[in-house]
């Protein structure tokens, strides 16, 4: 009989996707989690493939519907429930992700039942919104998760394994609440994001792999919801995003809007139940979609007044009632461009993405902007997905032929309020990312020992008019005249978008350092409440699977240490190679226990031990890229 | 310990280029990817929490060392500040009186221009103000790589400060022909 320990080796080797061999191929997807569809994603024998259902089906619809008895049904059989149960059928959730009652608008052309909630840490409203259904409030990001659990699902029974990770895609315009509700969503749904990517940077990447494309592209993402114009130079494997603009509140749901209010006045109705708001808008969307190949469609419907509808909207008709969404659009081309200080003539091609730029309407407004055919030779509803597997597997450490670099931007400038409702802008839009700036902020009263910060991302110079991410106050200044505190507040904008914000009074010494968490986004209690309402994660399960996780990254890290001691030992310096190793042989030691907190402090030891030596190694690398130039000389203290 | 790049004395050595106002701009550009390809956190995504946290700090480290030198007028600052010499942008408010008419009067034609809703008015604003940046460029790059007078280089980098001041409302008078 084998021992204990030779099943574990047995076990670790036998997990795809877990295993850190370099050979081994790590399972990672991408995702385009889109306002109204949703896919995943795969690089399989370096080929980037959709992943179909086991009907064959690449689109899941992005819809959820809740049951009483707690049942959640995700996709086309939700989707065939929501004329019927439109109050418990969730769609375009991605609408509401990080946003409060106050942004969505007028709400009554929706057939949800709202609840406003308190931002974090806050009383009264200001918080992400929520959807009541039978099955209780749900938030966006719950919803969302859903959505990822079966595309998760559909992963790893296709590929046979446990993902190492995913890459989920975001519209570009997303903003940081927007992008942390996503963050949260995959998070809840068990998956590890490896990254946030925007959904037009992974257009590109598809698109430019596949046609080894030099020069100034644009790519005009008009999906279900959203609205993302990115400029792009491609040039010998870089893909660096020049600038970004759009709107997260535009899309194709918009158009069927406008076919349903046509509707609406047509018949002369108003005040529709839930379910016949939802009728005629799925029969708008079905229209819609006809115009795309004809010249006209014909919409029927029998309300549940037992009113007929019976109407046809030719081509031309709905042109002109989709003349401004268009227009709309063309705003934030002309900015993207003149912030990437560039014309229209340097635009070498222009890259369609999204179902909705399927409209010949579209095609021809940009096509005329442009001066040239847009290029559609990808399958614009799939085009994300791909673009994302292929960075997922990249960052997921599998080896491939091609190597390139992604350098993107923010999208919309980070700042302060300052006196008289004022935005102080700390770190500009179209900052390629990561980023990281620093102001000092003065205290104005004598003996102020506390400052409120208020963070805000947006163009505009009144607070009131861009978005709040957060607030918070610093406390514990030492008592000083009014103008003499130093407070250094730090903005970090990491590879996902995502901000940090940290402050600390400099002048005394004292420090205080704060990291916020944005107003609309999710405390961690909140997800372990979320995580622990799920039905799918029991609390042993929720455990067992930390455990998991810890011995998966312990196994991960020795093997990173062992790789680099032998590969750059010279680098250490006296006595360190001791002390890493006597870290290593702890968490050798804890990895076949079960206690899991041993386990995690014994991964954070290894990992403190290795900051000067992982300094070195990368310095050493990047000496090389610079022929000989040595970044440890650069030092000034 | 090592403190690695955190605070680098000189991101012309940084890319391995010369320190000089007047740069290659392709060169830089040039450095500025290869290092990227080195240390931009998607490189270390798979690698431990360490190495990914020293990742991001030093790659936004070289973003902005590439977004100092690759604008002018951060140049000019920096270059500058290894000097020990303050550009007093915020304090110093003596300018020349014919400086601040005129651009008193470039506002006031930037405000008609926007009020009009003429945007080949604005066009030949811009293009006039993007010559007469060009010119306190290349007076700059006199100063500080010939002559070395960092006090004269100072008032022109205030002047500058005034120019991109003014871009800055020429681009908002085109946002709000867009609107």
């Known amino acids: 009989m084998p021992t204990l320990r030779f099943n574990m080796a047995l076990l670790q080797i036998s997990e795809p996707g877990l295993s850190t061999a370099p050979h081994q191929h790590r399972l990672a997807v991408g995702i385009d989690l889109g306002t109204t569809n949703s896919l995943v994603a795969t690089v399989r024998n370096g080929i980037s493939v959709v992943l179909n259902d086991e009907h064959g089906r690449a689109m899941l619809p992005s819809v959820v519907r809740y049951a009483a008895d707690g049942h959640v049904a995700v996709g086309e ?280 730029t399927r409209m010949p309407q579209v095609q021809h407004a940009v096509g005329e902007f442009f001066g040239q ?202 006595g360190q190679r001791e002390r890493i190793e006597t870290q290593m042989k702890v968490l050798r030691d804890v990895l076949p226990l079960t206690n899991q907190r041993e386990l995690k402090r014994a991964i954070s030891a290894l990992n403190e031990t290795t900051v000067s030596f992982a300094q070195a190694r990368m310095d050493k690398s990047v000496s090389l890229a610079l022929s000989g130039k040595n970044i440890s000389d650069l030092e000034v203290k | 310990m090592t403190q690695g790049f955190d605070t680098p004395k000189n991101h012309f050595q940084l890319f391995g280029l010369t320190q000089s106002f007047q740069l290659d701009n392709a060169q830089l550009e040039l450095a500025f990817r290869a290092l990227q390809a080195q240390v931009h956190p998607d490189k270390s995504a798979h690698l431990p929490d360490t190495e990914q946290r020293i990742a991001m700090q030093r790659s936004t480290l070289v973003n902005e060392a590439y977004q100092t030198l690759r604008s002018p007028i951060r140049r000019a600052r920096y270059m500058l500040s290894l000097q020990g010499v303050d550009t007093q942008e915020e304090t110093n408010t003596a300018m020349p009186l014919d400086f601040l008419m005129a651009q008193m009067e470039w506002r006031e034609a930037v405000a008609d221009a926007q009020q009009a809703r003429d945007a080949e008015a604005i066009g030949q604003l811009e293009a006039r103000m993007k010559d007469e940046t060009g010119k306190l460029e290349a007076m700059l790059a006199i100063k500080i790589d010939s002559e070395h007078d960092y006090a004269v280089a100072a008032g022109l980098v205030r002047k500058l400060r005034f120019m991109e001041k003014l871009a800055e409302e020429i681009d908002s008078a085109y946002d709000e022909l867009d609107s």
Request: overall charge negative; aromatic content about 4%; proline content about 3%.
């Open chain 1, 77 to 356: 059989s939700a989707q065939a429930a929501q004329s019927d149960d439109p109050v418990n059928t969730i769609v375009s959730a991605k609408r509401f992700m990080g946003r409060g009652l106050a942004d969505i608008g007028d709400t009554s052309r929706l057939p949800y039942r709202f609840v406003q909630v308190a931002a974090s840490g806050e009383v009264g409203q200001g918080g992400m919104v929520q959807l009541r259904t039978v099955a209780g409030a749900k938030s966006p990001v719950e919803v969302s998760a859903e959505i990822l659990k079966v595309l998760r699902a559909r992963a790893e029974a296709a590929l046979g394994g446990e993902l190492v990770g995913a890459v989920i895609t975001v519209p570009a315009y997303f903003d940081d609440a927007q992008r942390q509700a996503t963050k949260d969503a995959a998070k809840l749904a068990g998956l590890n994001v490896l990254r946030l990517l925007n959904e037009p940077t992974a257009a590109a990447i598809a698109y430019g792999l596949d046609n080894a494309s030099e020069g100034v592209y644009a790519v005009y993402d008009l999906g279900g919801g959203t609205f993302d114009i990115s400029v792009l130079r491609l040039s010998r494997g870089v893909f660096e995003v020049l600038s970004a603009n759009g709107d997260s509140a535009l899309g194709g749901d918009d158009f069927d809007q406008r076919i349903h209010c046509w509707l609406l006045e047509k018949n002369q109705l108003s005040a529709l139940s839930p379910q016949d708001t939802r009728l005629l808008l799925t029969l708008a969307r079905a229209a819609k979609e006809q115009l795309t190949e004809h010249e006209e469609a014909r919409i029927t419907a029998v309300l549940s007044s037992g009113e007929l509808i019976d109407n046809v909207l030719t081509q031309d008709e709905f042109e002109s009632l989709s003349k401004n969404l268009i227009q709309r659009t063309l705003q934030p081309l002309r900015r993207a461009l003149r912030d990437a200080k560039l014309s229209v003539a340097d635009v070498k091609g222009v890259v369609m993405v999204g179902g909705a």
């Open chain 1, 373 to 574: 055919t847009p290029l559609t030779n990808l399958d614009p509803d799939k085009v994300v997905a791909l673009g994302a597997a292929i960075q997922a597997n990249l960052l997921a450490g599998n080896r491939s032929s091609d190597e390139w670099l992604l350098l993107d931007v923010i999208p919309l400038s980070l700042g302060l309020e300052t006196m008289g409702g004022l935005v102080e802008k700390i770190i500009p839009r179209n900052s390629t990312i990561p980023t990281a700036r620093a102001q000092e902020f003065t205290t104005y009263k004598d003996g102020q020992t506390a400052m409120s910060l208020h963070v805000v991302q947006g163009e505009r110079e009144l607070v009131s008019d861009c978005r709040s991410l957060a607030k918070f106050e610093l406390r514990g200044i030492p008592a000083m005249v009014a103008g003499a505190a130093r407070i250094r507040v730090t903005f970090q904008v990491d590879a996902d978008g995502l901000l940090n914000v940290a402050a600390r009074e400099m002048g005394s010494g004292v420090e205080a350092a704060i990291v916020v968490k944005p107003s609309y986004g999710l405390s961690d209690a909140e997800i372990t409440r979320m995580l622990q309402d799920s039905t799918q994660y029991a609390q042993d399960d929720m455990q067992a699977r930390a455990l998991r996780e810890h011995q998966v990254e312990a196994n991960q890290l020795l093997e990173a240490v062992g790789h680099a001691l032998e590969q750059d030992g010279m680098l250490l310096e006296a």
